[in-house]
Every structure is written in structure tokens, then in C-alpha cells.
């Protein structure tokens, strides 16, 4: 999937969930490229990556304002959620270039990025 010079601002949940593939067996969940964007101001997170087996890139992008609460209460401007134990085989990569994560915050842990 891929998002370019795009808004996404005050929504009820996260701004942007990349949620693909299936853990379980492995299925190619794809990538994100999310380019020259601004995430601001989402009440449950801005960007949360939950994909296995594809590699995502975030760049030229301004992530500010989110606000990650409640139990899950992790990672305001960015959750990228990484497992490499059975039965939760993922190998990924997230890149960030050029970006700036400001005013972020989380009730549990990672402000900014977890």
C-alpha cells in the first residue's frame, strides 16, 4: 500500500493502520510506503505497522500530535509491532528517513516510536 502527500488528521482511531498477511503461516503481508504526508492529531495513534514478512518505509513525513492511550497505550506517533517467536514468524524492516515525530504521546511506553 502505498500513501503519498496525503492529510490524515483527527480521527477517532489511528490515523493509519497497516494491518496485512497472515502471521501464522507466513502470507506476504505486502509493504507500507507512506511519503511526504502529514499524521496529526489521531486520538488512538498515529501510524501502527501489524504486517509480517513486508518491509515499510515512512519518509519526508510530519507525525505529530497523536495520542496513543488506554491498555494498548503504545507508540503515539509510530507502533511498529515486531515478533520472532513461534507461532509469530515476522521479518520486517521499518525505515524512517527525514521525518519528523514531535508531540506524540502514549499512556504506556514510546512517545514518539515503539
Given at each position: 500500500?502505498?500513501?503519498?502527500?496525503?492529510?490524515?488528521?483527527?480521527?477517532?482511531?489511528?490515523?493509519?493502520?497497516?494491518?496485512?498477511?497472515?502471521?501464522?503461516?507466513n502470507?506476504?503481508?505486502?509493504?507500507?510506503?507512506?511519503?511526504?504526508?502529514?499524521?496529526?492529531?489521531?486520538?488512538?495513534?498515529?501510524?501502527?505497522?501489524?504486517?509480517?514478512?513486508?518491509?515499510?518505509?515512512?519518509?519526508?513525513?510530519?507525525?505529530?500530535?497523536?495520542?496513543?492511550?488506554?491498555?494498548?497505550?503504545?507508540g503515539?506517533g509510530?507502533?511498529?509491532?515486531?515478533?520472532?517467536?513461534?507461532?509469530?514468524?515476522?521479518?520486517?524492516?521499518?525505515?524512517?528517513?527525514?521525518?519528523?515525530?514531535?508531540?506524540?504521546?502514549?499512556?504506556q511506553?514510546?512517545?514518539?516510536?515503539?
Open positions: 500500500m502505498e500513501i503519498a502527500n496525503c492529510t490524515i488528521r483527527n480521527n477517532g482511531g489511528r490515523g493509519v493502520l497497516f494491518n496485512g498477511g497472515n502471521p501464522i503461516n502470507a506476504d503481508g505486502g509493504s507500507l510506503r507512506l511519503d511526504s504526508s502529514v499524521i496529526e492529531s489521531n486520538s488512538d495513534g498515529g501510524v501502527s505497522l501489524h504486517t509480517p514478512c513486508g518491509d515499510s518505509l515512512i519518509s519526508n513525513c510530519v507525525i505529530q500530535g497523536n495520542t496513543s492511550s488506554g491498555s494498548g497505550g503504545r503515539g509510530i507502533h511498529s509491532l515486531v515478533a520472532d517467536s513461534a507461532p509469530w514468524k515476522w521479518t520486517r524492516t521499518l525505515q524512517v528517513y527525514n521525518c519528523t515525530i514531535q508531540n506524540n504521546h502514549a499512556e511506553r514510546g512517545g514518539g516510536v515503539y
